[in-house]
């Protein structure tokens, strides 16, 4: 299946524990594709996957992952050092403030290729990596992160099965049918007619300071990730003594939301432009490849753009190859926009502040 291959690099390893799960071979006069999939785009498709491999686009070139590192790793020490050699007045403050959120915002795409296996072949080293990173660098879990983001990209966009999209109909309301919905059920938990208004000053300030501090830290409780929660103590051990050094415990705590809501706004603005504008609604049980179009639309290239995003701004091409090194996206975008052509599929690409507005 397409979802199988997408998701796991070392096929013959995970294949070993499909074994116990077989129940039996199709009889030769039963279709192998459901009615409600494309059965010429799943072929194409995979004849597209099958090229994709065969010109190594899904190798990795560590040299440049190690560089995004190292950019990280710079940027988290200068925002100490100039609260150390400049003092704590307010323009130090800001100024460390600024470069602490540009190295939290860049180790969080950088545990996104990890947490996807695609920095290096052997799965074991991403693993490790992602724990350093995920954990020790930014404060939250791995194995949190993975158990969400691993059921966004199998069913993008999918009410009660994505859940990036949980905070509908508690928060916002979203998409276009599931507002009708809510309209003819006469449902209201909030003033959605304003929703454009306090999203704002809700989701992307917030998202980090409140909901996914407690949620981190409740999921790796609850499913003693206990390697996990000794890596993120790690973090706040770090951070709090070195800057505590520094800093009053005001001046500290303020220091640390701050940071958080300027890493949160950051986050949720382009996680949220490749999504929320798009279809959303019920599981309709179509192939992968509609499943995922359906969902996503991309950002036009730059290097600021890839930087800013995290190549994120690839968002068709990242969920149809989830575990491609986002360095070669570009190299397989064209790829993608053929075969949407092909098919009449709509390939969806915009100014990144056109993005930003269809959120709105």
């Known amino acids: 299946q397409d979802a199988f291959e997408a998701f796991h690099v070392d096929k013959v390893l995970v294949s070993k524990y499909l074994k116990s799960l077989q129940i039996g071979e199709l009889a030769p006069d039963q279709p192998s594709i459901e009615p409600t999939k494309n059965k010429m785009l799943v072929k194409d498709f995979r004849e597209l996957r099958a090229a994709v491999e065969k010109m190594g686009l899904l190798k990795p ?12 790793l710079l940027l988290d020490t200068a925002a100490w050092l100039i ?3 400049f003092g704590t007045s307010l323009m130090p403050f800001i100024v460390s403030l600024v470069v602490l959120t540009i190295s939290q915002v860049q180790a969080s795409w950088l545990q996104h290729d990890l947490g996807h296996l695609s920095v290096f072949r052997k799965t074991k080293w991403n693993h490790l990596l992602h724990k350093f990173v995920m954990c020790h660098l930014i404060g939250a879990s791995a194995k949190w992160w993975t158990l969400l983001h691993s059921r966004h990209h199998a069913k993008p966009n999918c009410f009660q099965k994505d859940p990036d999209i949980d ?9 276009k049918k599931f507002s009708v919905e809510l309209g003819i059920k006469k449902k209201k938990y909030m003033p ?3 929703q454009h208004k306090y999203f704002f000053i809700t989701l992307p300030p917030l998202l980090f300071p409140t909901y996914f501090h407690c949620h981190t830290f409740y999921i790796a409780y609850t499913k003693r990730y206990w390697v996990d929660l000794t890596w993120m103590l790690t973090f706040y051990i770090r951070f709090f003594f070195i800057y505590g050094s520094l800093l009053e415990i005001k001046s500290l705590l303020a220091y640390y939301f701050i940071f958080r809501m300027l890493e949160s706004s950051w986050f949720v603005w382009v996680s949220q432009m490749n999504h929320i504008p798009m279809d959303i609604y019920y599981d309709n049980n179509l192939d992968w490849v509609s499943t995922q179009l359906q969902a996503t639309c991309n950002v036009e290239q730059s290097l600021f753009n890839d930087w800013f995003t995290g190549h994120l701004n690839f968002q068709i091409e990242h969920h149809l190859f989830p575990t491609m090194p986002r360095h070669n996206y570009w190299k397989v975008a064209p790829l993608v926009k053929s075969l949407c052509a092909k098919h009449g599929i709509e390939y969806q690409c915009k100014p990144l502040l056109t993005a930003f507005a269809d959120i709105v």
């Open 192 to 194: 959605y007619n304003h």
């Open 167 to 175: 905070m509908h109909p508690f928060l916002f309301t979203l998409g």
């Open 83 to 85: 609260l150390f050699y």
């Open 61 to 72: 070139n560590q040299l440049f992952f190690f560089l995004h590192l190292a950019h990280i």
